[in-house]
């Protein structure tokens, strides 16, 4: 399918119709019937590739199930989908941009032709001159204005300038320059600034400006009070050169702003936001954990976009997971997916996937415009366990919604403490297992449960989880998960027939914000509905 072909409607394709009424059949069957008539279930319904082990038995899914979904993704020209993205097709049609962030990660020698001509080379320039000034960074050798050495990072950015960094900040500490500080700055909030740069010397701070356009109003908020902050100190308008460096596609606003574009990184508009964080975007990364570890997070990324691009779908852990997706998503009318990383590092991973998920996929029409009847994108949220396991599980286990759970777990700890990692994995398998087989009313009688409470002890099972396994949280492995989710949300969006590439939905928030501050600034006299227009009052009075 072209793009801007119309496609066949989904509900029209014969898979979808006959998902729908294998739903029907399959909808009240017990995840333990599945497994006791099937024995090798577990090792079955698993793939294992790049290290990665995904075990996705524990869905509410039969052979057919799967044979449908696979046929669902033929009829959706997936492979098609595919293709067109790395041959850098103009599949953002809204934005008629192409969707590359796999040149990002292609090794020097790959051609990407946008517009005829190969981005690969370019790819690799901005990467150079951010190693040598990373390197430059970590190693002392780039000093302030009064020639101290930058011991402080902080990244100004929001969204797709924030959130990758952020991630991988916290995903790769333990890889990081430990004598160094890396804050991120992100809300308009003054709060995020003030607490960032508390205990921070100007003379010893670098601050990277992160913005795509260089016009976001959060940022440039912060990035002018980054430059004062640091002036007041500085006192010279020159040390501006020493302690802002630039991240942007838009090299005239970042003169504008002040900033040398010597000192500017660039990437392209066929980066997206949310896909951005292995473009110069990711230079706090680079300086936080070296070159050559950054080199190795964009190596994994590019083993998951091969592996996307050429494994069969039955092997094709991006496409299993878009399509199991859809499943819960559409059949089961599940509004959820709960990402649940078994890694202290991964904290800010479910953060992360939120912007690459939900903004990529909260999408209400086709790429013909016509009104979807059907769920797309549905929500991410998560939490590392254990901890959610002492909040939001209970209503996972015994709630009344439907919430697929992705359990990520490591082999290997890079903490070793006792036995720690022995009972955080433990845990892993057991919240699989109790989500899937429950405990049934004759279990919990059995244990002289009086009847009175036994319904309320009953774990109804039948609770969907993918449980993905690695050996180790490494540079190479943070690539190939985002990647992994990366592709997966291409999956979904490719099957809902949607532009998952651009982000229309942000924007009306912002044009009335902006009419709102000249009327806080008392410049206009605004028109709202009366709730607005009174909160406005409000806010006036409490100000003073
Ligand atoms: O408003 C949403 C958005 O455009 C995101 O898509 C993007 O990641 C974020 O704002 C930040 O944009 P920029 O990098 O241009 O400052």
């Known amino acids: ?108 020698d790959a051609t990407i032709l946008v517009d005829g001509k190969n981005v690969v080379p370019e790819v690799h320039e901005v990467l150079d001159r951010m190693s040598a000034f990373a390197d430059r960074v970590r190693s002392g050798a780039w000093l302030g204005h009064t020639s101290k050495r930058i011991k402080n990072v902080v990244n100004i950015g929001i969204g797709g300038s924030d959130l990758g960094p952020v991630m991988a900040y916290e995903a790769l500490r333990h890889y990081s320059q430990r004598d160094m500080v890396f804050r991120f700055v992100s809300n308009v909030d003054g709060t995020d600034f003030a607490e960032a740069t508390i205990d921070l010397d100007p003379e010893e701070t670098l601050f990277i400006i992160s913005s ?199 082999g290997k700890t890079l903490n070793p403490l006792g036995d720690h990692h022995d009972l955080l994995m433990a845990n892993v398998f057991a919240q699989g297992e109790a989500l899937a087989f429950g405990k049934t009313a004759e279990q919990v009688k059995a244990e002289g449960t009086p009847n009175w409470l036994v319904p309320h002890r009953v774990f109804e099972g039948n609770r969907p989880s993918n449980t993905i396994l690695i050996e180790i949280l490494t540079p190479e492995v943070l690539g190939k998960l985002v990647a992994l989710y990366e592709h997966s949300v291409f999956t979904q969006g490719a099957i809902w027939q949607i532009d998952s590439f651009d982000q229309w939905g942000v924007e009306l928030g912002k044009v009335l914000a902006k009419n709102i501050i000249t009327e806080l600034e008392g410049k206009i006299v605004g028109k709202h509905d009366s709730s607005t227009s009174t909160l406005i009052d409000e806010y006036k009075k409490l100000r003073g």
């Open 212 to 410: 795509k356009t260089f016009t976001t109003l959060e940022t440039m908020t912060n990035a002018h009070t980054a430059r004062e902050w640091s002036l007041k100190k500085l006192g010279d308008e020159k040390a501006i050169a020493k302690h802002f460096v630039a991240v942007s596609t838009n090299a005239a606003e970042v003169s504008k702003f002040g900033i040398d574009t010597a000192n500017m990184f660039g990437f392209w508009d066929w980066v997206g936001g949310r896909y951005s964080m292995d473009s110069a975007i990711g230079l706090s990364t680079m300086i936080a954990v070296g070159p050559e570890n950054f080199r190795k997070l964009l190596a994994g990324f590019h083993e998951m976009d091969e592996h996307f691009r050429t494994a069969p779908f039955e092997k094709n852990l991006p496409v299993l997971m878009g399509l199991l997706s859809v499943w819960y998503n559409d059949f089961f009318d599940a509004q959820t997916v709960a990402v649940l990383p078994y890694d202290q590092y991964l904290k800010r991973f479910p953060a992360y996937l939120q912007q690459l998920t939900m903004e990529s996929n909260g999408k209400h029409v086709t790429l013909s415009g016509d009104h979807v009847d059907y769920e797309t994108g549905p929500i991410f949220w998560g939490e590392p366990g254990t901890n959610g396991q002492h909040s939001f599980y209970q209503l996972i286990h015994q709630g009344t919604k439907l919430i697929p759970c992705d359990f990520i777990g490591f």
């Open 1 to 108: 399918m072209a793009t801007t072909e119309k496609a066949v409607p989904l509900t029209q394709l014969s898979a979808w119709k006959a998902l729908t009424s294998h739903y029907g059949q399959i909808k009240d069957v017990q995840l333990r019937t599945l497994f006791a008539d099937d024995s090798g279930r577990g090792e079955r319904l698993a793939v294992d590739a790049l290290g990665i082990y995904l075990d996705y038995s524990k869905n509410r899914i039969t052979d057919e199930t799967l044979k449908l979904l696979f046929k669902l993704a033929d009829e959706s020209d997936l492979r098609g989908r595919i293709d067109a993205m790395f041959r850098g097709e103009k599949i953002n049609i809204t934005e008629n941009r192409a969707v590359l962030h796999v040149a990002l990660r292609a090794p020097k």
